[in-house]
């Protein structure tokens, strides 16, 4: 009788399928001001318990046409690759673009970390010519910042909402 040989089934993952969630949101909503972007934002990720990374892609007349939730971090912080961000960006077909993330701390004030990939995203933004709308820090209280606006000098970047 022959004896069977056991084999060991090593499962490859070769794609992450990503979760589509219906909100309600207005079809191709313009983005023109930093309290809208915060209102959107909040309803994606507001609530969540750890720091999480959304990617705001939008059309040349600034309207939304994808959001992408790219990074999800600890409670107090969230490593952002900025390969990844403007693959999205590519993928998406985005003109420009706004990033948004929350502070569960519900202190909405950016940390030096936070300002510098705002710089870095600004940089590489014109570059690419996909440049970055915002940075949009949002609480579960209802507080926002925008670092572009309050914390980035309008000489340093090309393009105002």
Known sequence: ??????????????????IVRKKKLKLLEKIDTPAKTASIVRSHIGNDDREVFLIICLNANLKII??????????????????????????????????????PSCDATPSPEDIDLTRK??????????????????TQIGDYTSIVKEYISPFSRRVNL
Not at 68 to 83: K, L
Not at 84 to 90: A, G, I, M, P, S
């Open 1 to 18: 009788m022959k004896e069977k040989t056991k084999t060991q089934i090593v499962f490859e993952v070769v794609k992450i399928k990503q």
């Open 121 to 138: 995203l600004i940089e590489a933004g014109e570059i690419l010519n996909i440049p970055l709308q915002d940075h949009i820090i949002v």
């Open 66 to 103: 994808a959001i992408h939730r790219c990074h999800v971090g600890t409670v107090n912080s969230v490593n952002v690759s900025i390969g990844d961000v403007f693959k999205t960006c590519l993928l998406n077909n985005a003109s420009t673009f706004i990033v948004a993330h929350n502070h």
